[in-house]
């Protein structure tokens, strides 16, 4: 009454392989592959986060660039 073997693992995949098809599988596993990531990096981003919240915020200055590209977007209004 142990566990079951290999046989009966097979049998086990054949059969959800039947009822579900494997189009539907495959996009169940990215699907969850990509929740998996997003945890992750969801889970990075907050240490990271936790980290800056421990360090000095550093004070922010208003430089204009001298780019002839940079668009000051403050200045700029719509026509």
Known sequence: MGSFS????????LIV?????TKKLKNIGA????????????VKDGNASAN???T???QVTSHKANDANTVDV????KL
Do not use: Q
């Open 6 to 13: 290999v046989w009966h693992w097979l049998i086990v995949l």
């Open 17 to 21: 392989v039947l009822v579900f098809g």
């Open 31 to 42: 699907d969850l592959g990509g929740a998996v990531k997003g945890f992750k990096d969801g």
């Open 52 to 54: 800056e919240a421990a």
């Open 56 to 58: 000095p915020a550093a």
């Open 74 to 77: 403050e200045a700029k209004t």
